[in-house]
């Protein structure tokens, strides 16, 4: 899916012995008498960036994103099946290259505008629009011609392969099969917004008192630093089925403050874990640790030395020790990683790239002109604020030391500074992460063709840009697969423009007490569905 820093979420819980609005754990009285609060207090582990679906590209901010907005499908909570959203029902071509969704006529917005097709023309044409800066435009690029109109080799939008035959009839042809497309209609880049806050306010159209959504949550406060309240929104189609009253986002990024807010009985759902504590927290009946579609590596910058050269990555990958990562380091149940695309997924087999061996890798660096890291540039590893992250990097970096005689100094920064270095290539060794958008390995692999909006590192390659182009138009699941498994190995067994470390797993403490929450392979947990039982 999208850069994964951390996401702690945490949950409030109140005796109803005790004043509202003085409770230890900071809720107010807002359940009937005798049930239980119905509020949900989160730790969204950072300030979020943006609450701008169409510039938004982390994980905290799809988390959000998950309560203001909602596109034409949604996610079952249990198995991710799309399910309809603001399309009641949608019907497709014997050759899958075209949908058309019906929209809900009892859909609006917060402020009591109907939802219609030209909300999402509009949200689309956006998203597209170069001035935007939506570095997930490239999502839209299986409708036919959307790429083209990104990039500014056609001007009509009308050219572009979505059209509204009225108010609640939306027809989207695609420019080739695309079996994950009722996911990405989930996402948010395909949300829609409300054009006349947009037009009215700007950049600050997502501001309170200014954003118009159409979710089952709107914005209440957002205060910068210390907390984002959402309310249900009363306008939402399925307001019925939400049963939170009050949706409580903090942006606290150290680790340890969550784990004991939630051992003081405070939240009830964190989902990282201090790496020091983990031998400790495996013993709490609260822990769970189930499989992730997530990879979590590092980024070259390719563009300029040292990192320009092939033999250097090869060499760095090489001397990085991803099994005692896993079993000294985060030991949460992670599988080391040479490849990128997570195991699991159907059909496919995934690439073993370059693994652990020291003796490799100093031939390599030797060949590239440093033996025994003799001459070689002493590199920054950068990475967003996080103990866990620190703990790896100090274990990576002290690995280089000894295996290729290199120094690597480490360089934290705040979630939101730390995506601009990375996007702006101001680094050259990134911590990084990544989750998938839908269950294809497509979602790990298209991201790195040249100028690629979420590529962040300089790499360019005409082969692969070639085979991804191809993957998108093969309709035969099974050459398809075969494409993108030679496209894998193009990323992590030639080219590495990536040193991959390990798949994640979803790993927390979660209270019984908070209903509707499924374990799934994306954690993902929309929020209309979550509710809090009494003790």
Known sequence: MRSFGIATVLLSALSLAMPACSKKDGTSGDGEEGTAPQVFTFNNGSEPETLDPHKMTGVPEHTLALALFEGLTTHDPKTLAPRPGMAESWESSEDGLQYTFHLRKDAVWSNGDPVTTADFLYAWKRALLPATGCEYAYQ?????????????????????????????????????????????????????????????????????????????????????????????????????????????????????????????????????????????????????????????????????????????????????????????????????????????????????????????????????????????????????????????????????????????GLRNTEWKVYLDEQRSLRYQLCRAGWIGDYVDPNTFLDMFVTDGGNNNTGFSDPEYDRLVA??????????????????????????????PIYFYVNQGLLAPKVKGFHHNIRDLHPFQYISIEGD
Request: proline share 8%.
């Open 140 to 408: 839209l690029y299986y409708i036919k011609n959307a790429r083209a109109f990104n990039e500014g080799k056609i001007d009509d939008f009308s050219e572009v392969g979505v059209e509204a035959k009225d108010d609640h009839t939306l027809v989207v042809t695609l420019a080739g099969p695309t079996p994950f497309f009722l996911d990405l209609t989930s996402f948010e880049t395909l949300m829609p917004v409300h054009p006349a806050t947009v037009e009215k306010h700007g950049d600050k159209w997502v501001k309170p008192g200014n954003i118009v959504c159409n979710g089952p949550f709107v914005l209440e406060e957002w205060s910068p630093r210390e907390r984002i309240v959402f309310k249900p929104n009363p306008k939402y189609w399925n307001h019925e089925i939400v049963k939170l009253t009050k949706l409580v986002a903090l942006p606290h990024d150290n680790v340890d403050t969550a784990y004991n807010m939630f051992l003081e009985k405070e939240v009830a759902w964190i989902r990282t874990i201090p790496l020091p504590k983990i031998d400790e927290v495996k013993q709490n009946p609260d822990y769970y640790a189930t499989p992730y579609l997530g990879s979590y590596f590092y980024r070259f910058n390719v563009t300029k030395p040292p990192f320009d050269d092939v033999k250097v990555r090869k060499a760095f990958s090489m001397a990085v020790d991803r099994v005692s990562i896993c079993r000294d380091v985060v030991k949460g149940g992670q599988i080391p990683a040479t490849g990128f695309v997570p195991p699991g997924i159907h059909g496919y087999e995934p690439v073993s790239g370059a693994g652990y061996d020291r003796n490799k890798a100093r031939e390599l660096l030797a060949e590239a002109g440093y033996p025994g890291g003799e001459g070689f540039p002493e590199v920054d590893l950068l990475f967003n604020t996080s103990e866990s992250h620190k703990t790896v990097a100090e274990a990576v970096a002290q690995m280089l030391k000894e295996n290729l005689g290199v120094t690597v």
């Open 470 to 499: 191809e993957a998108a138009q093969e309709g035969d699941a099974k050459k398809r697969m075969k494409i993108l498994r030679r496209i894998e190995e193009i990323l992590v067994v030639e080219k590495l423009p990536i040193l």
